[in-house]
């Protein structure tokens, strides 16, 4: 069984972050051919890994980089 939640080397801190696969778009970036790659979901981070691999992770173009919510004016 999978957990979402995951420590991100790059947002630190002792909190996890909620993670998810990769698109198909994220790996074309990366020139990544495989399915086990996942990324942290916090806004600005742009860090990914192997779902039980932190230490080959890495990071993706800075535009991809997870933005902030767009929220209506009212």
Same mark, same amino acid.
């Given at each position: 069984?999978f957990?979402?939640?995951?420590?991100?080397r790059?947002c630190?801190?002792?909190?996890?972050?909620?993670?998810?696969p990769?698109? #198909?778009e994220?790996?074309?970036?990366? @020139?990544a051919?495989? =399915?086990? +790659?996942?990324?942290c979901t916090?806004?600005g981070c #742009?860090?990914y890994?192997p779902?039980? @691999?932190?230490?080959d =992770?890495? +990071?993706?173009?800075?535009?991809l980089k997870?933005?902030a919510a767009?929220t209506?004016?009212?």
């Amino acid at each position: 069984m999978f957990f979402r939640d995951k420590h991100c080397r790059t947002c630190g801190g002792g909190r996890t972050q909620v993670f998810r696969p990769l698109s #198909r778009e994220e790996l074309a970036a990366i @020139k990544a051919d495989r =399915g086990d +790659l996942w990324r942290c979901t916090a806004e600005g981070c #742009r860090w990914y890994q192997p779902w039980h @691999k932190q230490s080959d =992770g890495g +990071l993706l173009p800075e535009e991809l980089k997870i933005q902030a919510a767009v929220t209506e004016a009212k």
